[in-house]
């Protein structure tokens, strides 16, 4: 199995630019996370999916945020208009399902730059 | 509200020697409880994990943890040092009725030879 898959690895965009990150999860898995990496703010969850519906969203900074999961195996973080506080480490997870038992697997990040 | 404290942003240990990350959570009831590790330009690997059951739990590469309710504690401990071990060791918790993984500031892991 290839594991999660995060695109782009790296992105540089100028502040304002639309952003859109994208991940594939593990084949089977139903349930798809989102987090954020910063130096101040550590890891935390933007969002999290299970079976393609947004079931906390409670995570997501403010509106210039969007998530969503056409199907079982894509799920974009678009952020619109970009800005450089953006700046970060974007984590992709996913898992057989939301429970404690099944482990959340992890994607290699997207680093995203905000000029 | 959960929460975690890793006591130590940094440890350096030499190689050959015993590691000890130190992990504290705040939760109204006993969490579920996780120890990932990051290494460098990579994603995070679930090292252990605690849910039920026996209290020390024994995960990859060697590592242990052992989750201890009344000192709210869930430290991570492995004989003997690797260079291989140097990363980034974040500790978790999440509510038994919820899905939501809270995560420590993390500890940077560096092994001298």
């Given amino acids: 199995d290839a594991g999660v898959i995060q695109s782009p690895r790296h992105e540089v965009t100028e502040m304002g630019q639309e952003v859109t990150l994208r991940c594939k999860p593990i084949s089977g898995h139903n349930s798809l996370f989102w987090y954020r990496q910063t130096m101040m703010r550590g890891l935390e969850l933007l969002i999290y999916f299970n079976n393609n519906v947004p079931i906390d969203d409670s995570g997501m900074p403010e509106d210039r945020f969007s998530a969503k999961m056409p199907n079982a195996s894509f799920s974009t973080l678009k952020i619109q208009p970009s800005e450089p506080r953006d700046s970060a480490v974007y984590f992709c997870a996913s898992s057989l399902g939301t429970s404690p038992y099944n482990e959340q697997f992890f994607g290699p990040g997207t680093r995203l730059t905000v000029l | ?113």
């Fill in chain 2, 1 to 113: 509200a959960q929460s975690v404290t890793q006591l130590g942003s940094h440890v350096s240990v030499s190689e050959g020697a015993l590691v000890l990350l130190r992990c504290n959570y705040s939760s109204s009831v006993p969490p579920y409880l996780f120890w990932y590790v990051q290494y460098p330009n990579q994603g995070l690997q679930l090292l252990l994990k605690y849910t039920t059951g026996a209290t020390l739990v024994k995960g990859i590469n060697g590592f242990e943890a052992e989750f201890k309710k009344s000192e709210t504690s869930f430290h991570l401990t492995k004989p003997s040092a690797h260079m291989s071990d140097a990363a980034e060791y974040f500790c978790a918790v999440q509510e038994t009725s919820g899905s939501r993984l809270t995560f420590g500031e993390g500890t940077q892991l560096t092994v001298n030879p």
